[in-house]
């Protein structure tokens, strides 16, 4: 399987509109790439989904960057999800 990285990269890219190579860890979410919050939300599921997990987004914390949120995907992928991440199991 692909990286969390490479596949979040790609997710936020074609949310964006743009072409994959263009995204940048340091570029802001909903600034540089103007996704809505529902739109992050949406590349967290789908993220998860690949990785062959559900996951229930319950809050966007500190998700400004591009970094942020491969950051976060990654930290939660790796490690059950706990609420306190903002996640919780899906049954």
């Known amino acids: 399987?692909?990286?969390v990285?490479?596949?979040a990269r790609?997710?936020?890219a074609?949310?964006?509109g743009r072409d994959h190579r263009e995204i940048r860890a340091w570029q802001v979410l909903e600034g540089d790439l103007e996704l809505t919050r529902f739109q992050v939300a949406l590349v967290v599921r789908e993220v998860a989904g690949v990785a062959g997990t559900e996951l229930s987004f319950h809050g966007q914390g500190e998700l400004e960057t591009v970094g942020d949120l491969f950051a976060f995907l990654s930290r939660s992928l790796a490690d059950p999800p706990t609420?306190?991440?903002g996640f919780r199991r899906v049954a």
Do not use: D, I, N, T
Request: glycine share 0%; proline share 0%; net charge positive.
């Open 1 to 3: 399987m692909r990286s």
């Open 5 to 7: 990285q490479a596949v």
């Open 10 to 12: 790609r997710v936020v």
């Open 14 to 16: 074609r949310h964006a």
């Open 83 to 85: 609420l306190a991440q």
